[in-house]
């Protein structure tokens, strides 16, 4: 679908001057593929984009914003623009013009009156030429407070429970763009203090905060999570905000630094709560480190927010139904598209979440090298709601729809524990084990990289 995201920008503040542009006159500052470039990220910005995608196709090529977490075109240029584009951004990026078989990965910086966009460039070649996807990251963003997360109140309970433990390991987890460090963000904000030493290593910095100590790790220059996470263990310390978890040295240093009398606030790439344990395991990182740092999990995915001008309610699909455990009859709400959401049935994100607390139990399963399907009972019983629940208490309650939930949430038929629901679990119309025999007869959506 097309989008207008109103005039072009003609000149866009700060954007970097002729670098380089060679003697080819379409890279000249008013050149049409030094303007094309400013008008799309001037209306990515405006449209509050978090990328953009410019992709070559056999007689075109094609630009789109990803908003909201979905693609949408923003418009097709003529083919004979795209290398002069594709050149111009890489110019912006620093990166190698000439090279055109290898993929490139480099960023942009651009300041303007009140606001400062980092965007991340990275180039594939692809069957009609390079594709560019350009990240973009809002840095004067503000950050939101914990009431404006959307946890319930159950979760919200566990999650304040957790971020003021003295000392210990924190993880959020989720795919990327998922929220997960504005999640974390607006912990900090609750613990920053004139008498609290926070300091935070994050590839790249994503939010401005006053009054803690942010840092950027720089892998090409060597410096890496785990070498800089050594140095602000140097730095006395209270809380640590760790960017993310991608390796067993990392997560080693930030489990000893959370034992050692920090709180330490990090990410991790997996498909739920319970099941960063073993995801963690399978990296190297050693059981008894994590059964003795680890103090709490959050699983979270931002769904689509219906437009309240527009929403209708109804019963759900049968596959809906089915997938959500629910009801053919019990009503929910759905996307209908209206001038106030440009016709998506959709308005900005909302998050869902699972929060786990580890206890001595839970600590002993992960000592015993548990199962997934073990951990998740376990979360379970111990007060965890599933996020399946919780997305499904903010459909019912006209939040989001059943389809934006079953195309973000992750829902696997035996990762409930049918035995004892967790509390607030609807009473179950098809059971996990009918769909397991084939009640649902469409694929069940797959986890997300
Ligand atoms: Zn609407």
């Not at 418009?75 to 990166?95: F, G, N, P």
């Not at 999640?183 to 790249?204: G, M």
Request: aromatic share 4%.
């Amino acid at each position: 679908m097309s989008q207008n995201f109103g005039s072009p920008f003609n000149q866009f503040p700060g954007a970097p001057s002729q670098q380089g542009g060679g003697a080819d006159s379409r890279l000249s500052p008013q050149g049409p593929a030094v303007q094309l470039v400013n008008s799309m990220i001037g209306d990515a910005v405006r449209a509050s984009a978090s990328d953009i995608h410019i992709e070559p196709r056999k007689d075109k090529m094609e630009v789109r914003f990803r908003i909201d977490g979905v693609l949408q075109t923003w418009r097709d240029l003529q083919k004979d623009l795209q290398d002069t584009i594709v050149a111009r951004i890489k110019v912006m990026a620093d990166l190698d013009i000439n090279e055109k078989r290898l993929p490139q990965d480099g960023r942009i910086t651009v300041s303007f009156p009140g606001k400062s966009l980092d965007m991340r460039i990275s180039s594939l070649p692809v069957l009609y030429g390079e594709k560019v996807v350009m990240r973009l990251l809002d840095r004067s963003m503000s950050v939101r407070p914990l009431e404006a997360l959307d946890f319930s109140p159950h979760n919200k309970a566990a999650f304040d429970e957790l971020i003021h433990q003295p000392l210990g390991l924190l993880l959020v987890t989720g795919p990327t763009g998922s929220g997960k460090t504005t999640t974390l963000y607006s912990a900090l904000n609750v613990l920053r203090s004139k008498t609290t030493n926070i300091v935070t290593c994050e590839d790249p910095v994503e939010y401005d905060m006053e009054g803690i100590n942010q840092s950027q790790v720089f892998e090409r220059i060597g410096l890496t999570f785990a070498r800089q996470l050594r140095a602000i263990l140097r730095q006395d310390p209270d809380v640590i905000l760790v960017g993310e978890i991608r390796d067993a040295e990392t997560a080693e240093i930030a489990f000893r630094a959370a034992m050692t009398g920090h709180l330490v606030l990090s990410t991790l790439h997996s498909n739920d709560a319970p099941t960063s344990v073993t995801r963690l395991i399978d990296m190297g990182v050693p059981p008894f480190l994590i059964s003795s740092g680890l103090i709490g999990m959050v699983a979270q995915r931002l769904v689509r927010r219906l437009c309240p001008a527009c929403r209708r309610q109804g019963p759900p699909t049968p596959r809906q139904a089915a997938l959500l455990s629910i009801s053919t009859t019990d009503p929910i709400w759905h996307p209908v598209g209206c001038q106030k959401c440009e016709g998506t049935g959709y308005k900005g994100r909302i998050g869902v979440h699972e929060v786990v607390s580890v206890d001595e139990r839970f600590q002993r399963l992960i000592m015993d090298r548990a199962t997934g399907s073990e951990l998740r009972r376990a979360a379970q019983q111990t007060g965890m709601v599933p996020i399946r629940e919780d997305a499904l208490m903010k459909i019912r309650a006209g939040l989001t729809s059943a389809e934006d939930v079953i195309r973000q949430v992750y829902i696997r038929v035996d990762d409930y524990d049918t035995a004892s629901p967790a509390p607030g679990a609807p009473a179950a119309e098809t059971t996990p084990e009918a769909l397991a025999a084939g009640a649902v007869p469409a694929a069940l959506p797959q986890p997300q990289a």
